[in-house]
């Protein structure tokens, strides 16, 4: 698989009219090499594949990335220098969006070279999952999966959304996590308003709508998962409707999701939903995204979103309503895009009734 890789690279070169290409984005290094270390650089020339790292990681290098000539970084004065001149190339392709302008100015001092600033390289190859990232996300969705679904059973008036953020992270850690994929969204009552709520300490009370978005990471790969619950026996019709409009539109998008359409139409569905429904202007952001090595890459489901989904990716859909002064909803799952339709790898159930007899 990391020589497919490096020969669709090379395919790119002359695309981009380069001589080679240089990447140090630790995600992008990782998914061409199989190096998971956090400091060094990947190139790929028409003859070369080098991965150049310092002293902590030569061993871990030679490891994982057997198919990579190793560059030994000494990180002395002129070193960026010296790994730059030795790869030898006249036309370096680089990652526009991450170098930064002390690296962009210590690169133009080498001999001979000029750059190409890409706005993006192998992140539309990362689109499509191996068998080997698949079980990888299998893995990370099944623990977040197990940690949502004790929600219903440790969720009760008065706790925190600090305490309850505390106890999920608990759980994924104990259940296998190597750590949180982002940190964890607790937003109960008028907090639900905020998409991207920061726990606090707010004690969850009876009536309490409470969205909850969790992810693990494991080697290196990540999910996502989202469910909001209700504190309590007997929600309110407002809380209904809001609760089965979202729940609607999710799988409105996922009955649609399908290789080779684009972001944009599936965003679309969801987004014409909530219109009909009079509550256009309480979804206030994208559909979904991609999920691997990064929580959020492509393809992008979005209004403005261009990117067409393959085969092989995985997303999330996570249509969500947030009405200020009351509260908010969001459901999300994690989804493979397969050749034959799509199959849905966030397993925990969509039940929101925390019931009475769970709470103290």
Request: with cysteine.
């Amino acid at each position: 698989m990391t020589q497919f890789k490096i020969t669709a690279v090379r395919k790119l070169l002359a695309e981009w009219e380069v001589d080679g290409l240089m990447l140090q984005t630790t995600t992008n290094r990782q998914w061409l090499t199989g190096f998971t270390g956090s400091a060094g650089w990947a190139f790929v020339t028409a003859d070369r594949a080098v991965l150049a790292t310092d002293g902590r990681y030569w061993a871990q290098a030679r490891e994982q990335a057997p198919a990579f000539e190793l560059y030994e970084f000494q990180r002395e004065n002129g070193a960026m220098e010296k790994m730059i001149a030795s790869i030898g190339v006249g036309k370096l392709a680089i990652e526009g969006g991450h170098v930064t302008l002390a690296d962009y100015h210590t690169l133009k001092k080498v001999d001979g070279v000029s750059y190409k600033p890409l706005k993006t390289t192998v992140e539309q190859m990362r689109f499509i999952k191996s068998a080997d990232e698949i079980d990888k996300l299998r893995v990370a969705a099944a623990i977040s999966d197990y940690a949502m679904a004790q929600v219903n059973e440790i969720v009760h008036v008065g706790m925190s959304e600090k305490a309850l953020a505390w106890e999920l992270e608990k759980t994924m850690r104990e259940r296998g996590a190597d750590k949180l994929a982002f940190e964890i969204i607790v937003a109960a009552g008028v907090n639900g308003a905020r998409p991207h709520h920061h726990p606090t300490d707010y004690k969850m009370q009876l009536g309490d709508a409470i969205t909850i978005d969790i992810g693990a990471t494991v080697n290196g790969y990540n999910s996502d998962i989202t469910r909001t619950f209700h504190l309590g026996d007997n929600p309110s019709d407002k809380f209904w409707e809001i609760y089965t409009l979202v729940q609607d539109a999710l799988e409105s998008a996922t009955d649609h999701l399908r290789a080779g359409v684009s972001g944009k139409e599936v965003d679309q569905v969801a987004r014409e939903l909530f219109e009909k429904a009079g509550y256009g202007d309480e979804f206030k952001h994208s559909l979904g995204h991609g999920v691997g090595l990064d929580v959020h890459e492509g393809p992008r489901l979005a209004k403005t979103s261009s990117d067409e989904i393959p085969a092989g990716a995985v997303v999330t859909i996570e249509p969500g309503l947030y009405i200020d002064g009351w509260s908010g909803m969001r459901i999300e799952d994690l989804i493979w895009v397969t050749e034959e339709g799509v199959e849905i790898l966030s397993q925990c159930p969509k039940n929101p009734i925390i019931p009475v007899n769970s709470q103290s």
